[in-house]
């Protein structure tokens, strides 16, 4: 593959998938590479001149005001890799470890953190080599940006630490010599541009992004297949109601289920016994609608995320030859934190919705006798759907806690200076599982509308066609999970739905059958 530029301000959530999923190999442009070394050379002058600068010439955080002899500048920006490599837990997986790594040299090829070229090339080799460090998940408040892990990240720079090569967790000084790496020796402002800054937060963000816009266009193809299961109509997609309520997603929602359904028998026309449905298959496109706005905020702080400056201070250079350094706060995390927390309650509720469709399909009376109980014509004897219902209301229950916002909380840090933070790494790490326990979910529902779309098929007799996007759906689950017909161990079935809904086979699925189809935007 050929390299990808980092040049600080084109980076895409794409071309961070590339990287981090599928290891394309990162270079820095020219200009950047030009940008980078003038920044260096501004901060080696500060130094020459005797000038205090943040960072540089001073401590960190409350020692902001003791300063550092010359002599002693390179052991302090060695010591704040050391100092504050505090982070616990389990390390961050391998694709999340690249997406920080990558989001990292990006902020830094922008031309304003003081780095050098050849200490920000070695972070491009470890990643053109996949020596990936050892990242514990927890330990950062979101400001001063993403100190404990990112300083994890950069030990390994310095051949201190543990990473992983070739799937073998190792001394860091091993793995740089295995893979024919050396470590560097940290000049002034290094060590603080390395770990100052929003990356974790940043990758954590872009990651859940993709997995969100994936899990939401899932959700609705799999409501949709409800809608068919439960003898539903859509009437209440028509597009003359939501005209009239214009938020765009909801619009294009309603437009999306219409396009899936298109050409069902298995949806009811007009009747006057039964003119409306249940608001979880008749507010689909609200709900939904509500929800793919949170994922499309997300994205689009993310894109802007991508390619800002998050370290502090800051180096500015003048056509004149002035240098300024200035202090400010592009590493407090509020940004992505609250978008983060947005989208996390969102797709709570997202699995909020799910859960009460899996609990229509298998309750006889809810559904009003159109399926069978519990989903199996031998009640009694057999339990069927009834018990994977459970553990949907048991995820939907856990994201219930989960959802509650990380950013309504600070806790005042380094001697009250750092007195408000963000808390965006938590907000990162709880959105996660969150998506975790709603693909699962949606992946119940899609396994329970599934084995309802049979028993109507089975009871209308004749042969009935499904919607052109439902019937792909469809048609993928039975290829690997077979209708149930008598109790069998249910829980390879569960992940099985949950893959098809996680790694976007289902949306692939119906994009291809369905080329007309609406889908979400970003």
Request: glycine share 8%; aromatic share 4%; hydrophobic share 45%.
């Amino acid at each position: 593959m050929n390299p990808i530029e980092l040049d600080g301000a084109s980076l895409t959530v794409d071309q961070l998938l590339a990287v981090a999923q599928d290891g394309a190999p990162v270079a820095l442009s020219a200009e950047a590479r030009a940008k980078v070394a003038r920044a260096a050379e501004a901060v080696e002058t500060l130094l020459a001149r005797g000038e205090i600068a943040y960072g540089i010439t001073t401590g960190f955080g409350a020692f902001k005001d003791r300063l550092i002899p010359r002599e002693q500048v390179r052991e302090l920006q060695r010591n704040i890799l050391i100092s504050h490599a505090v982070g616990v837990g389990e390390p961050f997986d391998a694709v999340m470890t690249r997406a920080i790594m990558l989001v990292r040299a990006n902020t830094l090829a922008r031309g304003h953190s003081g780095i050098r070229v050849e200490t920000l090339q070695l972070l491009l080799d470890l990643l053109n080599k996949n020596v990936l460090p050892v990242i514990p998940r927890k330990g950062s408040l979101g400001a001063s940006g993403d100190l404990a892990p990112l300083a994890h990240m950069a030990l390994v720079l310095i051949g201190e630490g543990e990473a992983v090569f070739e799937d073998v967790r190792m001394g860091s000084a091993d793995a740089l010599a295995k893979a024919g790496l050396g470590p560097v020796s940290l000049a002034a402002k290094e060590g603080l541009a390395l770990t100052n800054g929003t990356a974790v937060m940043c990758a954590l963000a872009a990651l859940a992004s993709v997995r969100a816009h994936r899990l939401g266009q899932s959700a609705d193809i799999v409501a949709a297949l409800t809608v068919e299961a439960l003898n539903g109509t859509t009437v209440a997609f028509d597009e003359r109601i939501h005209r009239l309520r214009p938020h765009p997603q909801q619009i294009n929602c309603a437009a999306y289920l219409r396009s899936l359904l298109a050409g069902s028998e298995l949806v009811r026309g007009h009747d006057s016994t039964n003119v409306q449905d249940a608001y979880t298959l008749r507010c689909i496109p609200q709900v939904h609608g509500a929800i793919r706005d949170a994922i499309a905020y997300l994205r689009w702080v993310t894109d802007i995320e991508l390619n800002s400056v998050t370290d502090n201070p800051l180096i500015f250079l003048g056509d004149d030859g002035a240098i300024e350094v200035l202090s400010g706060g592009n590493f407090h995390g509020e940004p992505l934190a609250v978008a983060m927390d947005y989208l996390g309650f969102a797709l709570a509720d997202l699995g909020n919705i799910s859960e009460r469709r899996v609990m229509r399909l298998t309750d006889e009376a809810s559904n009003t006798r159109t399926l069978p109980a519990f989903l199996t014509e031998q009640g009694g004897l057999n339990s069927g759907f009834m018990i994977t219902q459970y553990t949907a209301a048991a995820l939907a229950t856990e994201n219930k806690i989960l959802a509650h916002p990380a950013s309504a909380d600070t806790i005042p840090t380094s001697a009250n200076v750092e007195d408000h933070v963000s808390m965006g790494c938590t907000s990162g790490l709880k959105l996660h599982q969150i998506l975790d326990n709603v693909e699962q979910i949606v992946g119940i529902e899609y396994l329970a509308a599934a084995q309802g779309v049979d028993f109507r098929l089975k009871r209308m007799g004749a042969a009935k066609h499904q919607g052109i996007g439902t019937a792909a759906a469809y048609a993928l689950i039975r290829q690997s999970v077979p209708f149930i017909e008598r109790d069998t161990l249910m829980y390879p079935h569960l992940e099985t739905g949950r893959r098809l809904v996680a790694d976007g086979a289902l949306t692939r699925a119906v994009d291809a059958a369905c080329e007309d189809c609406w889908s979400m935007t970003p």
